[in-house]
């Protein structure tokens, strides 16, 4: 009687190795389909991104062309009325006339004193090596 009980117990152990090597070899599988599937997902990713930053960055270089651009328009205009300003005053003022005149051709009235600030310049370049 013994040997019935344990040929069904031995067949019932082999029936519960095999189901459990069946379902850890279900779970490897299941496993390698998950690692499998992060990373084509992360491969997927890795394309669109690729595909993606090169313009971004030509974008963000072609905005940054704009602002310098715009802040040349900006001076451009600030020196054009400027410019304007000044033809305006030489037109039709005559003591601006005068003295702009008179500073450019360094002369003076009688009686007039004549103060110049000079702002700093660059160095003067060194003189050329004499010989001796």
């Not at 001076?75 to 033809?87: D, N, S």
């Amino acid at each position: 009687m013994t040997k019935p009980c344990t040929a069904l117990h031995s067949a019932k152990v082999e029936h519960g190795y095999a189901d459990f090597r069946a379902r850890r070899e279900a779970t490897v599988w299941q496993r390698l389909n998950r690692i499998l599937l992060v990373l084509l997902i992360i491969a997927v990713w890795l394309v669109i991104v690729s595909l993606f930053v090169p313009p971004y960055k030509k974008l963000m270089q072609s905005r940054t062309e704009i602002d310098n651009l715009q802040q040349q328009v900006n001076e451009q205009h600030t020196l054009l009325a400027r410019q304007t300003r000044e033809v305006s005053l030489l037109k039709t003022d005559v003591s601006y006339l005068e003295t702009i005149a008179r500073d450019r051709l360094d002369l003076m009235k009688e009686g007039e004193t004549i103060f110049r600030l000079e702002t700093a310049r660059a160095k003067a370049k060194p003189a050329a090596p004499t010989r001796k």
